[in-house]
């Protein structure tokens, strides 16, 4: 009798442990990236757990952190401290694998991007995350996951996020769309879908801390939906209202005649306001980043605005309209048509 107690008690042990494991886990994929154009910095992810956005750090002006794979709050304050303080992405993980708050780095996985000289990465895998698991360092972005249907996923994730034309948020939806595919992760693949929540999340370089331009969450699913379609969906409410998320008083705004998607030609006029004495410029860029016209570049006194330019020269496209008053940053997409 004393050895059947035992025997139950041992089994709740272990029962409990297992739980507390797949609570703690946050295994999961995800992308960390930045624009060094518009400023911008994003993060995205999806795993087979809820509240998986708790393992994203966006640092607005800054960079990113993804701390996952039994994911710890004091891993993950201790990073941010060392961003804020300018470490760089791979000083920071470094960093973190020598101070592990549980002495035991080997189970963590990060991935860490910032702005400085054009983006700096850096990405870790312990050797003890679950499989499958690995990452991917881009000159701009990172990508990440364990406990993975394979390769595949993370394969799809950068393909999609390199060959997705559009803002940095287009760019990171189109990754998470690169992995729903059934079991990405793996524990998933009994209930059909990807994922049980995913997320997504861009900021400005003023935007204020944990306010952020743009910031969905789908924090838990249904068993028969994927949470990347119900972020998708979200996602595209978000491009045709064009919330933003954003608190508190903004010194500029900068507004086009046309909104996105917007076929900009001769006709299109670029009006924006100021509310005090700025250095205002206002450029134009191409897909590829590189800058085709410079259309105001001076002083300007509080008032209102308006300029002109003449896309006859310039092929049909998506372009950036890039607007800044002295520390205040605004991008904004236009197409061409002809």
């Known amino acids: 009798m004393k050895i059947n107690k035992f025997f139950v008690l041992f089994l709740i042990i272990i029962n409990f442990l297992l739980l507390i494991k797949n609570i703690s886990g946050q295994d999961t994929f995800s992308i960390t990236a930045v624009d060094p154009i518009t400023g911008q910095v994003g993060s995205a992810g999806a795993s087979c757990i809820s509240g998986c956005i708790i393992l994203s750090d966006v640092h607005p002006g800054v960079g990113v952190i993804h701390t996952q794979a039994y994911y710890n709050a004091t891993n993950q304050n201790y990073a941010r401290t060392l961003m804020n303080m300018g470490l760089s992405p791979q000083q920071i993980i470094d960093s973190l694998i020598a101070h592990d708050a549980q002495g035991n780095p080997t189970i963590r996985q990060y991935g860490i991007v910032d702005l400085i000289n054009g983006g700096r990465t850096a990405a870790y895998t312990g050797v003890n995350c679950q499989n499958y698991k690995n990452h991917i360092i881009g000159p701009t972005y990172t990508i990440q996951g364990n406990i993975l249907l394979g390769q595949k996923v993370l394969d799809s994730m950068q393909a999609r996020f390199l060959n997705t034309q559009g ?64 972020l998708q969906v979200l996602y595209n409410l978000w491009l045709l209202t064009g919330i933003k998320n954003i608190e508190g008083e903004i010194p500029t705004k900068i507004s086009l005649d046309q909104n996105y998607p917007n076929p900009f030609n001769t006709s299109t006029r670029i009006r924006f306001s100021i509310d005090g004495n700025y250095l205002v410029s206002v450029k134009i860029f191409d897909i590829l980043g590189k800058e085709v016209f410079t259309l105001f570049n001076d002083n300007l006194s509080a008032g209102n605005y308006e300029l002109g330019w003449n896309a006859d020269y310039v092929p049909s496209g998506i372009y950036y309209l890039r607007f800044q008053a002295g520390s205040f940053i605004e991008t904004k997409r236009m197409v061409v048509l002809k």
Do not use: E, H
């Open 167 to 230: 803002t940095l948020a287009d760019k990171l939806m189109a990754a998470l769309q690169g992995a729903k595919m059934i079991g990405a992760d793996t524990r998933c693949t009994q209930y059909n879908k990807s994922s049980i929540s995913a997320f997504i999340r861009v900021a400005k370089p003023n935007d204020p801390p944990n306010s952020y331009y743009l910031n969905l969450n789908v924090n838990n699913t249904p068993t028969n939906k994927d949470p990347i379609d119900s």
